[in-house]
DNA sequence: TTATATTTGTGTCATATTAACACAATGAAA
DNA sequence: TTTCATTGTGTTAATATGACACAAATATAA
């Protein structure tokens, strides 16, 4: 959808949307990425509209393709939202003054929205495109701990979509899409130090993934370090798989 | 909801409804909760349609008090069942031949249907009544691994609630609701074995389950048993409800 | 060339948890 | 009072965890 001509309410699924959380991983920062709205000071989980013979989970897809260029990325429905406040009655003055929607559309976009939350995994090095399109003016990625303002409970969707992640840490293994290809120990703790909010000791936790067999010792190392070179690992997919699907540290 | 006069879509949220699995355990088995559709030789899982003006979760709770006259329960969530082929249009010309639906309320009734997946574990004694409506005309326990016809997916929705149950069980308790108020120890263990579909061992589950504090020895026993009296338990509800709140058995 | 600082890889040890197993106690029925 | 099924609890070996310490590697400073 690329301007406002293009938008036509008929096929879609009335009052229900998509939107994803895009958990990315750097600088030691978990970082989500957002959409500024235009003419709204406010800011908004990239999300789309349910055409009623589309998949709902093909749609999350598809924001994530159409609207950040992203393809193949781990998806998760994790919740829906389904609360009465759903709505964007208090912007719709300005949506319409400013031309954003129309006034055709106006029913449209003033109802109760029931959003389908789902949570990615990306590589934070691979979207770069800040993609605009006809809602949004800029796509960035913000900390997790800096958010700005947003728009409805968008701010309590990445809340509960982070929750989730870090329960979820507990049963299935993450990094795959969240870290380069080839990462060190290091690197791979970060993350799940990140996602948790914890520090963890590093011997016990090298000792523990080690032991859940999903890594590749790639026999290379991280040169140009300024201290010892750390080993370069690589997920090892069929195990990792297999981690994702049947999970792990079940206790019956 | 009574009859086919008291049915009006405009309200409605289009193409959307939430459907209950409600687990019951009696006679050692895992039971599902279903429900018999008037002219069409196939059961349903108790479900309904969404209120523009009402929130999702309400809704499903709704359905258990109108359709079932359960109040209160642990309801929770699972799943989004969103794919192209959840439609009623094969059954559409018998419901309507048989004066289900009405001509009017055909399109309402063609279109796909998004639904949102809900678990919900009830104690087996507490569902008495066979509440028969417009649509329905039998309401019936049925054993997971005995299941009749049934609509759409609604199958495929049971066996990822028992999936998503027993995922849940690593990490959360069960037994409320599920249970009487008072049990014995090789009751509870009778009941995660048949969530779980695997023997436990007798022992390291009595030492496992009296370990998570969530257990009120009560000073009976049962009686009138032929054998030794095992000792009746209650939930400790504090230590239970933290157990839900914040999990167990987590790793990191 | 050597020393220093930093970070990585790995080992140890005490403690806790788990799996596998056995025996004594209870209560009804024979 | 003997038998039988079932319950409650203890033991032991193997495994996992948490809290630690030390050696190796590498750039930088001396």
């Given at each position: 959808m690329r301007d406002l001509e293009d938008f036509n309410d008929t096929n879609l699924q009335p009052g229900?949307?998509?939107?994803?959380?895009?958990?990315?991983?750097?600088n030691?920062?978990?970082?989500?990425?957002?959409?500024?709205?235009?003419?709204?000071?406010?800011?908004?989980?990239?999300?789309?509209?349910v055409n009623v013979d589309k998949d709902v989970n093909a749609?999350?897809?598809?924001?994530?393709?159409?609207?950040?260029?992203?393809?193949?990325?781990?998806?998760k429905q994790f919740y829906l939202f389904g609360n009465l406040e759903r709505n964007l009655n208090t912007h719709t003055p300005e949506l319409i003054k400013n031309g954003i929607i129309?006034?055709?559309?106006?029913?449209?976009?003033?109802?109760?929205?029931?959003?389908?939350?789902?949570?990615?995994?990306?590589?934070?090095?691979?979207?770069?495109?800040?993609?605009?399109?006809?809602i949004s003016e800029a796509c960035e990625w913000h900390s997790i701990h800096n958010l700005p303002k947003m728009i409805i409970d968008h701010k309590e969707i990445i809340l509960k979509a982070h929750q989730t992640l870090k329960k979820e840490l507990n049963t299935e293994p993450i990094g795959l899409n969240l870290l380069p290809k080839?990462?060190?120990?290091?690197?791979?703790?970060?993350?799940?130090?990140?996602v948790l909010e914890k520090k963890l000791?590093?011997?016990?936790?090298?000792?523990?993934m080690l032991n859940y067999n999903i890594l590749k010792d790639t026999n290379k190392r991280r040169m140009g370090v300024k201290h010892?070179?750390?080993?370069?690992?690589?997920?090892?997919?069929?195990?990792?798989n297999q981690a994702i699907k049947n999970g792990f540290n079940s206790i019956w």
């Open positions: 229900l949307s998509v939107d994803c959380v895009l958990f990315g991983f750097d030691n920062e978990l970082k989500i990425l957002l959409l500024k709205l235009k003419s709204i000071e406010k800011w908004a989980l990239p999300g789309g509209f749609e999350a897809h598809a924001v994530l393709k159409n609207r950040i260029g992203l393809e193949n990325v781990f998806l129309s006034t055709k559309r106006i029913a449209f976009f003033k109802q109760r929205f029931i959003t389908v939350g789902y949570y990615a995994l990306v590589e934070y090095s691979k979207v770069k495109e800040t993609t605009v399109d006809f080839q990462f060190t120990m290091p690197e791979l703790q970060a993350l799940y130090e990140t000791d590093r011997r016990n936790f090298s000792r523990k010892k070179a750390p080993i370069l690992y690589e997920f090892d997919m069929e195990n990792y």
